[in-house]
């Protein structure tokens, strides 16, 4: 089992950057599988991006392909999430994902994944 903690998360001006973090209990953050969800208000909640226990091939989806980075760094058991270039229909609570998997494709799903965080709010006024 593992528990997810967000932070990060803040207002900014459209065209601003954020970088959100997740850190993970326990000391098997590396055989996890991670992903990054949003959900804005009256919406369901919707992928972001996501990478294996190895981040070798980051997903991101097409919507913030050129402006968001998922990695992560397993000796500090942290996913991160850059966003760069942010505009209003970011905004949105952010949620990591964690699925115990040594597969070295990409979980794209909510219900791929078994343990949630709280979630940051991200707010990006225009």
């Known amino acids: 089992q593992v528990h997810l903690v967000e932070s990060g998360g803040g207002l900014v001006q459209a065209g601003g950057s954020l970088r959100l973090s997740c850190a993970a209990s326990?000391?098997?953050?590396?055989?996890?599988?991670m992903g990054w969800f949003r959900q804005a208000p009256g919406k369901e909640r919707e992928f972001v991006a996501a990478?294996?226990?190895?981040?070798?091939?980051?997903y991101s989806t097409t919507s913030v392909k050129d402006r968001f980075t998922i990695s992560r760094d397993n000796a500090k058991n942290t996913l991160y999430l850059q966003m760069n270039s942010l505009k209003s229909e970011d905004t949105a609570v952010y949620y990591c994902?964690?699925?115990?998997?040594?597969?070295?494709?990409?979980?794209?799903?909510?219900?791929?994944?078994?343990?949630w965080g709280q979630g940051t709010q991200v707010t990006v006024s225009s």
């Open positions: 326990g000391n098997t953050f590396n055989k996890y599988a």
């Open positions: 994902a964690a699925k115990m998997s040594d597969y070295l494709g990409i979980y794209r799903s909510r219900g791929d994944y078994n343990y």
């Open positions: 990478c294996n226990w190895r981040c070798n091939n980051p």
